[in-house]
T-cell receptor, first 108, second 115 residues
């Protein structure tokens, strides 16, 4: 599976949009981009996934570059409850490999 | 009630002991997974099962075994626990088949300490 590179940590002001980048320069054509998050030591929670097109759901938006070598997860109006570790994963199936993720802290 | 439950939630044991961690789900999913998480790191896949008669090794299966007793139950065993198996263990489930991705639903985790 392709590997991903994410910033170790980021801060975002409450109410602002949080933009979390992910590089996956070796992604193959049939690999999806998945995002999960983990709040404290709870089990990870699925956020969104995509292949080529941008995706949006009730939690977030996923923007994938045209060459698919990078993507951005957008939380449009961050709240304190969005403080978590966010994992960007690329895979062709349900066998997920979690890296170390980005620790996002929402600042009041 | 939680859809994916894990027992025990916390366990302290000694080196050489046999330990079983249990996972139960009420979501009716066919697929189940076991992961471990070490401090400051992401999750790594230990074993996964796509149905009752299917068992597959993941990234780090050495020192572990699993049993899929029923669709709803998936157990992880440490035959002879060692200190570097101290970690947070997560069970997850997902639906099978279909053309779209099936998200994984995670349990609350079991914190295992091997002394």
């Amino acid at each position: 599976d392709a590997k991903t590179t994410q910033p170790t940590s980021m801060d975002c002001a409450e109410g602002r949009a949080a933009n979390l980048p992910c590089n996956h320069s070796t992604i193959s054509g049939n690999e999806y981009v998945y995002w999960y998050r983990q709040i404290h030591s709870q089990g990870p929670q699925y956020i969104i996934h995509g292949l080529k097109n941008n995706e949006t759901n009730e939690m977030a938006s996923l923007i994938i570059t045209e060459d698919r070598k990078s993507s951005t997860l957008i939380l449009p109006h961050a709240t304190l409850r969005d403080t978590a570790v966010y994992y960007c994963i690329v895979s062709i199936n349900e066998k997920l490999t979690f890296g170390t993720g980005t620790r996002l802290t929402i600042i009041p | 009630d939680a859809d994916v439950t894990q027992t025990p939630r916390n366990r302290i044991t000694k080196t050489g002991k046999r330990i079983m961690l249990e996972c139960s789900q009420t979501k009716g999913h066919d697929r189940m997974y076991w992961y471990r998480q070490d401090p400051g790191l992401g999750l790594r896949l230990i074993y996964y099962s796509f149905d009752v008669k299917d068992i597959n090794k993941g990234e780090i299966s050495d020192g572990y075994s699993v049993s899929r007793q029923a669709q709803a139950k998936f157990s992880l065993s440490l035959e002879s626990a060692i200190p570097n198996q101290t970690a947070l263990y997560f069970c997850a489930t997902s639906e099978s088949g279909g053309s779209s991705y099936n998200e994984q639903f995670f349990g609350p985790g079991t914190r295992l300490t091997v002394l």
